[in-house]
């Protein structure tokens, strides 16, 4: 398997991902390129509650969010980590302005995504919450 | 005193005058020494008053007459005045004020009841009525509601109270009061004046002297003058002179005068009666002694009619005596209609029918009884008079508006027609009278009647006259028919010929018996009445006959010396009975007969039968002595004596039987001469010689004598035939004379008709004249009517009451192309072939047309065989037939099949624009800027969901405003500016947006808007066409959703195809990459096909297997085995699953029990409901190679493991069994399986 990343930084290490997507394996795919990466993993769920549980639970410093969830919007976790100030990218079929809801703050990547491009566009913006 | 019915006589005596014929009884029976009644109505008796009493009666126009009245007058006539103006009854009246100017004398308004005395001139006050009574003039309350009669009701009054010293006057005024009243006044002897046609209003005293009762017609001051001289005459003056009795033989001379120049002999008329009606004509004459009258009448033939007249005259009304009518409609009408047919009218005969009033009163009171009755006997009223200017009034039946009084209001309604000029007798009562002059002392009666009516003139007669009426009346009756009279008459002396039957109403009955009437009529039938009637010597038997004394002389011997007996025919009917015979004879019960031996009293039959048949067989007389016959007085002996009678050749014409009770007397027989009567002489001292001669003297003598018996039988029996037939051709000759007295009458009649019948003619004439007037004009009109029937286009037909066709227009032919031969006179359904035999025609003529007069625009359709399919409309119309018209029925076609067909199209036309718009959603509003006028497509409010007020003017600057009412505020703006922008005409008028209805649903609209300008350039209208394209834009947003689902999936799916490759590279060189990498994009398209297959939703368990095993299809049933329940596998669920399915296979395909050729494997499923919903599903292989763990965990452990876990929630367990793999998946039903069977239920 090609490791994009062969040396994970601190950051990486210290942040803990949950993965938001229904789709399991594209959660499997998504949760190996983050362990490759070195990113602590706090979850991967499919479903918007267990997600939500462990937003407010505050296991997770930062999230991949997949839009819609066997269905079901996934704003409420948008506002929800937009409320608590962390960082997440929301990963999508939908073009940006197909989707619906609230998404403050998103940053909005499409399916399928190149693993470089989503850990760049992650470490970005853990980058720019530290600064 | 309200309410006076005017035909009863009122019972509390204010009623001026009492009914005339009560006073006069009073007079004929109390007081026959004074000079007095002649008549019932001659009031004279009751001249109270010592000098003239003047009654002055005006009304509208009255005071100037009066007044010149007044002015005229000496103050010093020795009469009193009495002025009776009509006056308002509630206004005080200035007149005697007024008129004492014009006169001397004293003139007061009556108060009080004055004495009245001469030269005073009396008012009547306002309101009140006045009559003079006791020489006093008496005030009376005035019935506001009754008809004003005051000058009337003083006028009858002063009648009766001054007698011929009463004087009327009758000034100007309208309607006919004073009529009645001068009326009473001539009858009562005195003096009536009218106004001449100086009078203002004339009708008034007109009437009064239409009446024929004024003896003066002047202007006021003449009349004053007349007056002047009247009251200082000696018939009316205070002193009166003995001047009209110094000349005791005076009325007998005048009476001649009459006599001969009318044939009307007053000589037995009642003295009195006869010297007031001559005084006062010579009053009018201005003459003081009779024989200056006399010759006077010998002068002027005028002043004779005049005089007779006056003499005649009387006064008369209608049911003048009530009660007695009532008493002949009770009690002798009915029994007149009492057996009798229509074949026999009842006969009545009025004597001194005058005008005509009481003959008229008895027929109605005949025609109300037959009605009561029921009986439908027709009535024959003979009405006579001797005045034959009375007869004429009668025969014309016209009365002025004063009988009011006396006829009942129903009464006048039935039996009377209004005319101007007052009353006319009906018809039918007019036919049942006829009038007759007739002189009951001359002319010959009439017979055979039932009723007499002679009321008040056998008191004009003296007894002689009297006396003689009566036996004439007796002979005119019927046996048992009544005689009315007057009331104070009574049959007197003749009461021998008449029962009373009522003696208060004076109403008797005909004795029978038979009465020969003393008097000779005229023979001479067709010559003048001029003849004078023959008068019975005063004593003289009545029954006697004047003529032929011989005769008599010998029926008187007869009568005296023979035996009474009978004449009988050979079949011994009784032909004639001489002497008394009724100790013999008595009629027989039962049918009326004159058969001797029927008639016979008790004892004689046997006897007198056996004598008659013996004379009849030996032909000569028989005598049967010692009879006995049952009397009164018990059993009386008589000889019975019958002698043949011979006459002509006959053998036995007869035979005379004689009852002798004396039969043993020394007359011995008449017939018998067997016995001489002659003794045989002592001849012993005679001597011998002479007593031979003397023998045959005697025997010569003796045959002598038998041989004159035998002539003087002869002769008697002839004699007694000859006088038999004389009798009844009398008797014969007097039936002749009345029945000729009737055919004169009738022709009078007749001539009277013919009178009328010319004037009838007359008037036909003229009618006829304006006919044919009418007729040119009706031609023309109809003319007239023809050209525009002839030039109209619609067909046009007349039809008949039974709808033949009468005529046809030209266009009717042209129309329906057929012939005028095949149309006129036939009826409409037949018209060529029947082709007008249309249902709807049918309803249109014989339903609707009976019951309007009038049908308009009634369609019918129907195809017609010349000209085909047609629509016609109709319009009807029926002549109301005039006179005897038949009725008609104009019937105009019009065909409007053209007009129909392009309304129709037309319709269609605009149903299919309709439907699409509808259809379309498509709607419009128009603006009118002309009209001021917003008005809005039918479909409008459908489309927009909110309705514009439809036809509605509005200010056209903020009409297209009302447009934005219902745009949505987001959208408003918008439009808003785009409206301004079209209204400028910056921009095209199209633009979208959104409408909230009153139904709340939000609609996209599409709006185009466009004006149409005038020639001014000016905007006319605007047209706003809205069209709703919510639907449209709908399928937008469904479409751009599906799009964007489309891409989510699409980038999902190349996710996890990215995903798998990731994970495949993992353990693999490139060539083995390619392979897994497309079996499992493989895998996952076939999951993805059965999901699209289902419509993502949901894919069966079994199906899913089949899907993911389709490389080992042969192997299904044989060594793959599946078993479980049909269950559907939610898209998450089966895309797991199958992914986890397709690593298994392809793991036991290189590996397990798909690997040799024996191998099996067993994929179970089920769904658990308890203890939780579970589904479970199970993979285990057998049979095949031996299996060892994997040595690392490859993307196929994953797939099974950990991903299919995480697709369905649950759990995986999975075993590597020496036998063959086993995995299980346990998941929660909820999220595994589509529940389907609740779906319904949600």
Known sequence: MNRPHDVPTDRQRTTRMLVVEDEPLIALGLEEVLIDAGFAISGVVGKLDQALALIEGGTCDAAIVDANLAGVNASPLAVSLAARGLPYIVMSGYSSDQLRGEYPRAVFLSKPCRPELLLETLNALLLRGQN | MTNRDPDLPDASGTLPTPPPGSSALDDAQTSSSVMVGLLGEDVSAKANMAFPVVGVGASAGGLVAVTQLLQ???????????????????????????????????????????????????????????????????????????????????????AEECGHKAIGVVLSGAMSDGTLGLEAIKAAGGITFAQNDSAQHDSMPRSAVASGCVDFVLPPDQIAHEIARIARHPYVAPARSEALVEDASGHVRIAEIVHRALGVDFTHYKTNTLL??????????????????????????????????????????????????????????????????????????????????EAYSLAMVYAECAEVAGSDVPLQLFATDLNSICVEKARTGVYPASIEQHVSPTRLQRFFTKEEAGYRICKDIRERCIFSRHNVLVDPPFSRVDLISCRNLLIYMEPVLQKQIMTLLHYSLKPGGHLWLGRSETAGASRALFDVEDVRNKIFVRRVGRSVPGLTFRAALGGGRTEPFLRAAPGAPLEVPRHNLPKEAERILLAKYVPPGVVISAAMEIVQFRGDTGPYLAPAAGAPSLHLLKMLREGLLVGVRAAILRAGEEARPVREERLRVQSDQGFRELAVEVIPIKVGDVKQSGFLVLFDE????????????EDSPVAPATADKIATTTNDEIIRLTQELAATREYLQAVIEQHEAVNEELQSANEESQ???????????????????????????????????????????????????????????????SPLLVLDAEFRVKTASAAFYETFQVSLTATEGRLIYDLGNGQWNIAALRKLLEELLPQNHQIDDYEVRHSFENIGFRTMVLNAQRLVPAADNEALIVLAIEDVTERARADQTLRESQDRLRHAADAAGLTYVEVDFARSRLRAAENFAAVMGYALPLEEAVDTAAGPRLLLDHVIALDRPRVEAALQDFLQGKAPGKIVYRVRGDDQVERWIESVWSTENGPDGKPLRSFATNLDISEMKLAEEHGKLLMAEVNHRAKNLLAVVQAIAQQTVKHADPATFVKRLTDRIEGLTTSQDLLVQNNWRGVDVSRLVEGQLAHFKDLIGKRILLMGPTARLTPAAAQ???????????????????????????????????????????????????????????????????????????????????SGLSWQLSAPVAGTIERERDEPST
Request: glycine share 6%.
């Open chain 2, 1136 to 1218: 797991g699953i199958g992914m986890a399915l397709h690593e298994l296979a392809t793991n036991a395909s290189k590996y397990g029990s798909l690997s040799n050729k024996v191998g099996r494997v067993h994929i179970s499923w089920k769904v658990a409901e308890v203890p939780t919903p579970i589904f479970t599903m199970r993979w285990l292989e057998e049979g095949g190679p031996k299996v060892e763990l994997p040595t690392r965990r490859g993307f196929g452990q994953t797939v099974i493991g950990r991903m299919a876990e995480s697709a369905v929630d649950g759990t995986v367990e999975v075993e590597y069994r020496e």
């Open chain 2, 276 to 357: 007031r009606r001559i005084a006062r004509r010579m009053v009018l004459h201005k003459m003081t002694t009779m024989r200056e009258y006399e010759d006077y009448l010998r002068r002027d033939p005028a002043e004779v009619e005049a005089l007779f007249r006056d003499i005649l005259i009387s006064v008369t009304t209608f049911f003048r005596d009530p009660e007695s009518c009532e008493a002949l409609a009770q009690t002798v009408f009915p029994k007149l209609f009492a057996g009798r047919t229509r074949q026999e009218p009842v006969r009545i005969w009025t004597l001194g029918c005058s005008t005509g009033e």
């Open chain 2, 72 to 158: 005229a007058l000496p103050a010093d006539t020795g009469a009193s005045f009495v002025i009776i103006q009509h006056l308002a009854p509630d206004v005080t009246s200035n007149l005697s004020e007024i008129l004492s100017r014009s006169t001397l004398m004293p003139v007061c308004e009556v108060c009080d009841e004055p004495e009245v005395e001469p030269d005073h001139v009396y008012v009547i006050p306002p309101g009140r009525d006045m009559i003079i009574a006791g020489g006093k003039l008496v005030l009376l309350e005035q019935d506001r509601y009754a008809r004003r009669r005051g000058i009337d009701q003083f006028f009858c009054s002063l």
């Open chain 2, 662 to 673: 004396h039969g043993k007397s020394d007359r011995g027989s008449l017939g018998a001469r």
């Open chain 2, 731 to 793: 008797s014969a000759n007097e039936e002749m004379q009345s029945v000729n007295e009737e055919l004169e009458t009738s022709k009078e009649e007749i001539q009277s008709s013919n009178e009328e019948l010319a004037t009838v003619n007359d008037e036909l004439n003229s009618r006829n004249l304006e006919l044919s007037l009418l007729n040119t004009s009706l031609r023309v009109a109809r003319n007239y009517a023809e050209s525009i029937v002839a030039n109209i286009r």
